[in-house]
């Protein structure tokens, strides 16, 4: 029987650099001779078409929606991620590296939103299949950088 791989995760607020962390972190682990799967939420890359179809609605900015609707929308593109990329690659003894998880749902979701705890947490854990990260890394820095950080992305 194969051992099941490892889990990571990088959470962290808008600027803070997660995509450049997890690339650095992918890259460190790949010289050490772990086979990575490198992803991310929402979405997975093409082997989780439809989560990646999701991610296009969830980032328009001209979709303006409801909270729940929004949750929905994660949770829904998290299944599909779950079952198409990371529990495959867990299973076949892979370290998956996940920019962004169930963290950015309870932060976004559950607090600037102010969606209801329960129904967060109970849709994570049917999305999730019980997966949970063995190691969740946290980015942090201060919110003037942040802002400053994604300011200068979105082009303003």
Not at 44 to 58: D, P, Q, S, T
Not at 120 to 138: S, V
Request: charged content about 25%.
């Amino acid at each position: 029987m194969r051992k099941r791989g490892v889990f990571i995760t990088l959470e962290g607020t808008d600027g803070v650099g997660k995509t450049t962390q997890t690339h650095l972190l992918c890259r460190w682990l790949k010289d050490r001779g772990h086979d990575v799967v490198q992803t991310r939420e929402p979405g997975g890359g093409a082997a989780a078409h439809v989560a990646e179809r999701i991610r296009e609605i969830l980032l328009d900015p001209v979709a303006r929606m409801a909270g729940m609707t929004e949750l929905f929308l994660y949770e829904a593109a998290r299944a599909e991620h779950v079952e198409k990329v990371i529990r495959p690659a867990l299973e076949a003894g892979k370290t998956v590296v996940c920019d962004r998880y169930i963290d950015s749902t309870t932060a976004y979701q559950g607090q600037a939103r102010s969606l209801p705890m329960k129904a967060i947490n109970t849709l994570n854990a049917i999305a999730t299949q019980g997966i949970k990260p063995d190691l969740t890394i946290l980015l942090n820095l201060p919110a003037r950088v942040g802002l400053q950080k994604a300011l200068a992305r979105a082009g303003n």
